[in-house]
């Protein structure tokens, strides 16, 4: 049974930096993805950015690119989610999601960014 919990969201001003934290429990492989959505109000969810747990390949948004890093402590069963120089445009709530079977099946309960 895979759980994915957030932590780190705040309310921050713009230009601030925000980290993300993700714990993954019931993982029973390293080899599938992991990731960040978010949905502000009012907006349609999107993919922030991806990360292999196997490799360490990572892929960002264009919105974000620049700006956010995603890494991952497979020792810990971490993702993590650096966020630098945000706008009132990242206020989202943020999932952390897993793969599986080409799927994103699971879903944390998600943490909240407010920028303003």
């Known amino acids: 049974h895979v759980q994915l919990v957030e932590s780190g969201g705040d309310s921050v001003q713009a230009g601030g930096s925000l980290r993300l934290s993700c714990v993954a429990s019931g993982i029973a492989s390293s080899s599938d993805c992991m990731g960040w959505f978010r949905q502000a109000t009012g907006k349609q969810r999107e993919g922030v950015a991806t990360?292999?747990?196997?490799?360490?390949?990572?892929d960002y948004a264009d919105s974000v690119k620049g700006r956010f890093t995603i890494s991952r402590d497979n020792a810990k069963n971490t993702v993590y989610l650096q966020m630098n120089n945000l706008t009132s445009e990242d206020t989202a709530l943020y999932f952390c999601v897993k793969e599986a079977a080409g799927l994103w099946e699971y879903w944390g309960q998600g943490t909240q960014v407010t920028v303003s």
């Open positions: 990360i292999s747990l196997e490799t360490g390949d990572t």
